[in-house]
């Protein structure tokens, strides 16, 4: 019998008579050898037969593994033995989140080599939530079936060919001037005034705030410096989450000087009096490495608190649809709006680059460049008639130093 190419399979007698097909499926198994069908037959023609079969299946994509592993298994493999070392703490949480929390319940008993681009479509579309939600998810099992391709468990990636939702960026909840108002006016009396007007005058993201100690703002200069944030790390065996504070950011943008005005200043200021004498009160310790916000019961500030009081001020104001993020918007919304430039708003808020804060406020962009030719509709005039066939028609520009 000729040899065949490796790859193709081969036939061959046993010692008891029955014909064995042995044929490689083309993947390889977790620790690292490659994976082989055995099929037996009778005789020589029905297993020249079955290879024949099976390598005219293989050719149309047809997967022959026989391999058990299910997809969550191997996602929790990955995550846990290929990202883990590589990730920054609060990322491996979100992960780790993701996969528990939405994927795994979804597709996780589907065997890996079953899994199709329809279960994730289905998963990913019944999560619900925002496009960045649908992202994080996308990005946990595209990366985590990217490793099992690399590795030869399965052909291809299922996630290729996934419809991603339209983008909402547009529809971004941002308040309103009036409700902007009426927030501010809705904060008089509650225990996190101050905290909540400094998100709403910063752009600072929710863990930001949380763990500012008073030597990260200096009122001389007006500034606050970003270097480390609030995170929930979730235990899943216990089914709860504990806050914890890490000594670093989402990036190394994420780790910056925040610029702040005059009246968040001001207001800094005399809340920083009010602490030091709460401290003095009650026999505190109280120093700049005091946290600017405590809570009622003078520790550090728990987000579910916080977000609690928040929604409370919302309910106030009569302002619906509103979550933290919202007051991060906001500020950059009245950035723009005040025609201040994009990188420096970029800055602020910590994006890794120009182009991430143009991604998600472009259509401020171009709102602002729609009033901005609006203030040059004056030279409508000038193209208020047709040009005579052969002229040129001249639009005349303001000398130096006149109006149009």
Known sequence: MAKRANGEGNIRKRTDGKWLVTFPTGLYKENGKREYVYQYYDSQ??????LRQLQSEKAMGVCHSKSAVKTGDWIDTWIEKHKAPKLAPATLTSYRNNFRV?????????????????HIQKMLDGIGGSLSTFVKNYNVIHGALEKAVELGMIPRNPCKGVAFPKDDTKDMRVLTQEEQQRFI???DGEYYKVMLLTYLYTGMRAGECIPLQWR?????????????KAILNHDFTKHSAKQEIQDFCKTKSSKRTVAITAGLTAILAEHKANMRERAEALGLD?????????????KIVQYSNLKES???VYRKAGIEGATMHTLRHTYATRCFEAGVDIKAISEQLGH????????????????TRAKEIDKLSGIDKFLASEPETGSTVVIPFPERGKAV
């Not at 990260?216 to 480390?228: G, S």
């Open 185 to 187: 006016a809705a904060l």
């Open 286 to 298: 109280w120093s700049e490495d005091s946290l600017v916000f405590w809570n009622t019961r003078n």
């Open 102 to 118: 939405h994927i795994k319940p979804y597709v996780g008993e589907i065997p890996l080599r079953e899994l199709t681009t329809y």
């Open 310 to 312: 928040l929604n409370k």
């Open 45 to 50: 023609a029905e297993a020249a037969e079955a």
């Open 216 to 228: 990260d703002i200096d009122l001389n200069k007006r500034t606050i410096r970003v270097n480390k």
């Open 352 to 367: 890794a680059n120009v182009k991430t804060t143009y991604n998600i406020y472009v259509h401020l962009l171009d709102d």
